[in-house]
């Protein structure tokens, strides 16, 4: 099934596609695809390592070729050619071929000259990172260079909502629907912006929870979230991702299945001690 996969892919990019230069692909994009395929960084760091090559010639995107799709769309089977690609099954001209593909049909899209100087200030800071002396300090370093390029990197294209000493930023969220259950992933990067204390938020079950979506007429409850213990704790300055998965209502009581109708103004509903706010999203 790989071969199958990367011919067609080669055939495909082949046909209309410029040449792939000799150049070697550097070792940390194939570990980004690796950590890519795991689940340990998410699509934005991959994009950022094919970034990378194409912004050398390494790979050649016609400017006119590229689609109008996001990052978001990649579809899963990609994570399989960069999981066989990082352990050495299909070849660096395969994986390029594969790439090129996605952005020749703007499944990826690049743009070469926005992006050029952060991917070369990541891979600046994460070569430094290498030189330390032991692996557990390279360990860290990397991990704490990744976190902050995450965050960094979410806040560009995010909005930031404060809500009393919290800021919560939130990029849009996409309603995966089957035939009788929608459910919706919100994100949000949580910082403490305006106190130079600890502030708790809290949710400990859908009965007792500071935060709730509402389209107007109906309140849901999530179905999970990733709160430690019912609770995130943010130190003065320190940001943290959440995640509240609203679906299938779970529990006891008259919870309500969440059903996405996009005619309705979606909001998610902020009720702590330290502050309230109704958030917009943009759901689709």
């Not at 299938?248 to 996405?260: H, Q």
Request: with cysteine; aromatic share 12%; net charge negative.
């Amino acid at each position: 099934m790989k071969t199958i996969v990367t011919i067609a892919l080669a055939i495909l990019v082949g046909l209309s596609w410029q040449h792939v230069s000799a150049e070697e692909i550097p070792a940390w994009v194939k570990n980004n695809a690796k950590w890519w395929a795991d689940g340990t960084i998410g699509d934005s760091d991959f994009v950022q390592g094919i970034q990378y090559l194409v912004t050398r010639n390494i790979i050649k995107v016609p400017e006119t070729a590229q689609g109008t799709s996001t990052s978001s769309d990649i579809p899963a089977w990609v994570k399989n050619n960069a999981k066989w690609w990082a352990d050495g099954t299909i070849s660096d001209g395969d994986f390029i071929q594969g790439i090129q593909f996605l952005i020749k049909n703007g499944i990826v899209v690049v743009d070469p000259v926005r992006q050029t100087q952060q991917t070369d200030t990541l891979e600046s800071k994460l070569e430094a990172c290498r030189q330390k002396e032991t692996q557990r300090q390279q360990y860290e370093c990397e991990t704490q260079t990744k976190a902050k390029y995450e965050v960094d990197q979410f806040k560009t294209k995010a909005k930031g909502y404060a809500v009393g000493p919290i800021t919560f930023y939130y990029a849009g969220a996409k309603v995966e629907s089957s035939a009788d259950t929608d459910v919706v992933n919100l994100k949000f990067l949580v910082e403490n912006t305006g106190s130079s204390d600890n502030i708790t938020l809290f949710c400990t079950g859908p009965a007792v929870c500071n935060y709730d979506l509402t389209d107007g007429k109906t309140t849901y409850k999530y179905s999970a979230h990733d709160f430690t213990n019912g609770q995130v704790v943010l130190k003065p300055g320190q940001s943290k991702f959440i995640n509240m998965l609203f679906g299938p209502a779970i529990g006891y009581g008259s919870y309500t299945d969440f059903e996405f109708d996009p005619s309705r103004e979606y909001k998610f509903n902020v009720k702590e001690p330290w502050g309230s706010a109704s958030i917009p999203l943009d759901l689709h």
